[in-house]
């Protein structure tokens, strides 16, 4: 529900301020918005907390940016090691 509330507040928000701009902007944002929307009833009709799984992995994924340059290899620990 959040994630579908997120975007959805985001595109209502950026579609409001493209009505300045201009009209056909707005359209485009609907259109990118429909096939998102679609895309994540798709999925959290199989597995209502696949979409949070997603969302987990991206965060992750992101986190892990620089050791995966680095090393080449993403680790995933539950402990934050700093110095003492």
Do not use: E, S
Not at 18 to 31: G, K, P, R, S
Not at 46 to 73: C, E, K, S, T, V
């Amino acid at each position: 529900m959040v994630p579908f509330i997120i975007l959805t507040g985001v595109a209502v928000l950026v579609a409001m301020l493209a009505l300045f701009v201009n009209v056909y902007l707005t359209f485009l944002i609907i259109a990118i918005w429909l096939p998102a929307y679609v895309w994540m009833r798709m999925i959290t009709r199989q597995d209502d907390q696949r979409l949070n799984q997603l969302i987990l992995r991206l965060r992750l994924r992101m986190a892990m940016y620089g050791p995966r340059r680095h090393w080449g290899a993403v680790t995933y620990t539950p402990l934050k090691y700093r110095k003492r």
